[in-house]
């Protein structure tokens, strides 16, 4: 009965493990969820084609291999986070500068 009570309770806390690593980061998913709208708005609106487009979605799922990669051993460190939103900002800065870079409008 003891055994039966410890295996239980070992389940429990490693279950517990599992799905505190999955929810550790709202914040990086959130934002990954955001960058991947804004290509969606590009493409509707006409401010990306379809070759900027996939440099784009390609990088953002270099980022997500990042953090799954990070979350493997079910803990992120701070160095691993700070290397995951430095990707974040590069994608961030490469969204807004192929959004704006007027292709295919003339220049008077």
Do not use: C, W
């Not at 599992?18 to 401010?47: C, K």
């Not at 799922?61 to 990669?69: A, N, P, S």
């Not at 691993?80 to 008077?108: F, L, P, V, W, Y």
Request: zero cysteines.
């Amino acid at each position: 009965m003891k055994r039966i009570l410890i295996a239980v309770s070992g389940m429990t806390l490693l279950m517990n493990g599992f799905v505190y690593a999955q929810t550790e980061t709202p914040m990086i998913d959130q934002r990954q969820m955001n960058q991947e709208q804004h290509i969606d708005q590009g493409i509707s609106s006409g401010q990306l084609n379809r070759r900027e487009a996939g440099r784009l979605d390609r990088q953002q799922d270099r980022i997500d291999r990042m953090e799954d990669r990070a979350n493997a051993d079910g803990v992120m460190t701070r160095k691993e986070r700070a290397r995951i939103g430095a990707a974040q900002n590069r994608a961030s800065r490469h969204i807004a500068r192929e959004k704006h870079d007027h292709q295919g409008t003339r220049h008077r």
